[in-house]
T-cell receptor, first 117, second 111 residues
Framework: GAVVSQHPSWVICKSGTSVKIECRSLDFQATTMFWYRQFPKQSLMLMATSNEGSKATYEQGVEKDKFLINHASLTLSTLTVTSAHPEDSSFYIC?????????????FGSGTRLTVV | QKEVEQDPGPLSVPEGAIVSLNCTYSNSAFQYFMWYRQYSRKGPELLMYTYSSGNKEDGRFTAQVDKSSKYISLFIRDSQPSDSATYLCAMRHSGNTPLVFGKGTRLSVIA
């Protein structure tokens, strides 16, 4: 089945630094990637939608200059948290839909737990 | 009112019990309905997928969608301790649209 590999699985960084999270679709081409954030005991909240080769679309309240998304190829999307602050500490998850437009539920990465100290 | 409402639980049942998980939603334009299972500190794993109203069965799992009532359910028969996880309902419109999730229900199956 479809697999999305997400790295790193966890990261600790200092306030003010930047962190890059990668998501790769291993056995399919992902024309669209969705990035979610999940706080403890909360549901997944959509941050942005990225389409290969074009600018990401951000949800209301999500700072596009803080959460940089790049989707330069059909198999790789990255989320960079710039100038991270403790309130950015969260669980970040990507999900992908394949290029043929499967109607099934999307495939999720394993998530990245970010802790900003 | 949130688009998707789901009782967060926690729900604790004995091994072998039938588990019923439910979600309600407000947007009648949703067409695709899914249930995901999420273990702690892991990404969601797709369990069941249904399109429009109806039932779908897969092993011990049955998903039901009632679009007229805007209500979806997941039943787990003969529950096992390994079923202990958070169950998230999700739904979306047609086209290349993101999933909208419920809050998730934490389930514990006690041996």
């Amino acid at each position: 089945g479809a697999v999305v590999s997400q790295h790193p699985s966890w990261v600790i960084c200092k306030s003010g630094t930047s962190v890059k999270i990668e998501c790769r679709s291993l056995d399919f081409q992902a024309t669209t990637m969705f990035w979610y954030r999940q706080f403890p005991k909360q549901s997944l909240m959509l941050m942005a939608t990225s389409n290969e080769g074009s600018k990401a679309t951000y949800e209301q309240g999500v700072e596009k200059d803080k959460f940089l998304i790049n989707h330069a190829s059909l198999t790789l999307s990255t989320l960079t948290v710039t100038s991270a602050h403790p309130e950015d500490s969260s669980f970040y998850i990507c999900s992908a839909r394949d290029a043929i437009g499967s109607t099934y539920g999307y495939t999720f990465g394993s998530g990245t737990r970010l802790t900003v100290v | 009112q949130k688009e998707v409402e789901q009782d967060p639980g926690p729900l604790s049942v004995p091994e072998g019990a039938i588990v019923s998980l439910n979600c309600t939603y407000s947007n009648s334009a949703f067409q695709y309905f899914m249930w995901y299972r999420q273990y702690s500190r892991k990404g969601p794993e797709l369990l069941m997928y249904t399109y429009s109203s109806g039932n779908k069965e897969d092993g011990r799992f049955t998903a039901q969608v009632d679009k007229s009532s805007k209500y979806i359910s997941l039943f787990i028969r003969d529950s096992q301790p390994s079923d202990s996880a958070t169950y998230l309902c999700a739904m979306r419109h047609s086209g290349n649209t993101p999933l909208v999730f419920g809050k998730g229900t934490r389930l514990s199956v006690i041996a």
